[in-house]
């Protein structure tokens, strides 16, 4: 096997992915649907309530909209991630999971090869959500939409690479309901997508503890600095640990010799 | 290398928690062999079909395939096996043509080769017509035989089919177990044939009994009906189950 050999596969999965994106366009509305009701309505509502002082990378006072862009960002990447566990999951219950993993090619690459898919389809609905949001005066600098291309690859690795591992621990798709309730909701709500992190330090150190130790907190905190074509360099080192801390995990789940999968019967 | 065999399952042993599914399982295949392994349901078949192709890890013992360690060095093994599994794997909301390009992809080949190869074992299983359709609209023999050109499609030398007719009408299970004991024949290509239905064999078949996990018989289907003292392998096998079950029958 060589450099071709991987290539080829890895478009190949990366085409069957896109396949079944194509075919799903209720999950690509849906993906779109949550983040814009977020924008409209909540943001819309909560303008006024919720002010937002001068914080980076902000040089100016902003909307509250273009606040929880970022963290919007971070939700279709985290829905997209826990989509690809979900699809994971049902891939291995219908069987289909088996010609994946049947292939001569290191498991490993296939894996990552597979969240790669993934991430890719959560970047493109990225930019359709930043398109319409365009509409809604929450505008980025050009080079802000150029720099948010490899922030969004890494978090989605890294969200993508959890959701990977989640599908490799959950025996069937009806535990799934769970993953929402701990998973999605509490990295969701416990982070800096809605709100700034010195306003919930002024409510809850405890919370503020747990909203900084979040990787989710830091996948929108990269998410936002690049969005204004800047670095923060605590969030990509934390962003970065966690991705790798995440693939391994995934990448042992599916090991066939110490992982879950040889417990869970029926593979 | 070419007394090499096919398939080396070695003293292998394996268990669901607690429960030994599998306990210290040996036997060879050579290359152009025709096995049928021959089990009651819970045998330990599918688990067995599951370890060769490394979707477990034995517990004890190794695997090889033509000489090449399963877990070891798995690239160079399962390029070289082709598998059907009891379970359907194609996805359903794919075409046909799709489904095969994206089992190419899996394996390396390059497009110009891969559709070579999918065109070929298309006609060959007189599938042609139903490249464009989505897998879910063909009919079970439709999607049986789709399953097996597939596993063809990068040409192992060691194929392993884990009940391939079940659930199938007389009619296709005929024309499938024509098909694969002609491609034996003809490519040369070693076989395990995983099944419990008995009048699927022929009296020059090699036969494994895999019984509560362990293997109490093999040889050819004659032999086994001579040591038995049997008219035909249906009481053969009864026979050899039941010398082996402690547990009356309902």
């Known amino acids: 096997m060589n450099i071709i050999n991987y290539l080829r596969c890895f478009i190949g999965i990366i085409q069957r992915e896109a396949l079944r994106f194509l075919q799903q366009q209720g999950r690509f509305f849906a993906a779109l649907v949550r983040p814009l009701v977020w924008l409209f309505i909540f943001a819309a509502g909560f303008r006024s309530i919720l002010g937002v002082s001068i914080i980076p990378p902000y040089e100016t006072y902003v909307l509250y909209e273009v606040y929880i862009t970022p963290g919007l960002l971070g939700m279709i990447q985290l829905f997209n991630g826990m989509q690809t566990s979900l699809s994971m999951v049902y891939d291995r219950e219908m069987g289909s999971m088996k010609t994946l993993l049947i292939s001569p090619l290191p498991r490993w690459f296939l894996l990552t090869s597979k969240l790669c898919a993934g991430v890719l389809i959560s970047i493109f609905q990225s930019f359709v959500y930043l398109f319409i949001a365009w509409f809604w005066e929450v505008e980025a600098p050009f080079y802000g939409y150029l720099a948010l291309v490899p922030a969004l690859c890494l978090s989605g690795l890294m969200l993508g690479s959890l959701g990977l591992f989640i599908s490799s621990v959950i025996k069937q798709l009806e535990n799934f309901a769970g993953v929402m309730n701990f998973v999605i909701f509490p990295m969701f709500f416990a982070s800096s997508a809605l709100y700034p992190l010195w306003r919930i330090k002024e409510s809850s150190l405890l919370l503020y503890n747990i909203v900084t130790w979040n990787p989710f907190t830091h996948a929108v905190e990269l998410i936002r600095f690049a969005l204004y074509a800047q670095v923060n360099y605590y969030s990509l080192i934390y962003v970065s640990i966690s991705c790798v801390v995440f693939l391994s995990l995934a990448i042992w789940g599916y090991d066939p010799s110490r992982g879950s999968l040889a417990r869970i019967k029926g593979n | ?250």
């Open chain 2, 1 to 250: 290398m070419s007394k090499v065999p096919a398939l080396n399952i070695d003293t292998i042993s394996f268990s669901y928690g607690k429960k030994a599914t599998l306990k210290n399982l040996s036997f060879k295949l050579e290359r152009g062999n025709f096995a049928v392994l021959l089990g009651e349901n819970g045998a330990g078949k599918t688990t067995l079909f599951s370890l060769i192709t490394r979707l477990y890890t034995p517990h004890a013992g190794s695997i090889q395939i033509y000489g090449y360690d399963v877990n070891l060095q798995s690239t160079e093994a399962l390029k070289r096996l082709g598998v059907v599994f009891q379970q359907r794997t194609l996805d359903m909301d794919l075409t046909v043509w799709q489904n095969l390009m994206y089992f190419t992809s899996l394996h390396g080949m390059l497009r110009t080769q891969a559709k070579q190869r999918v065109i070929k074992e298309l006609e060959l299983f007189g599938l042609s017509e139903h490249s464009n359709e989505k897998v879910r609209k063909l009919s079970g023999g439709q999607i049986r035989r789709v399953e097996i050109a597939r596993s063809l499609l990068h040409q192992p030398q060691l194929m392993m089919l884990d009940e391939p007719t079940a659930g199938l009408d007389f009619s296709s299970r005929l024309r499938i177990n024509e098909h694969i004991r002609k491609l034996c024949k003809e490519e040369g290509l070693a076989l395990l044939w995983a099944t419990h239905l008995i009048d699927e064999l022929e009296l020059t078949d090699q036969v494994l009994i895999l019984h509560h996990g362990q293997l109490i018989a093999s040889g050819e289907v004659k032999t086994l009906i001579e040591q038995t003292g049997t008219e035909n392998i249906q009481e053969a096998y009864q026979k050899l189950i039941g010398i082996n079950d402690e547990r009356k029958p309902l």
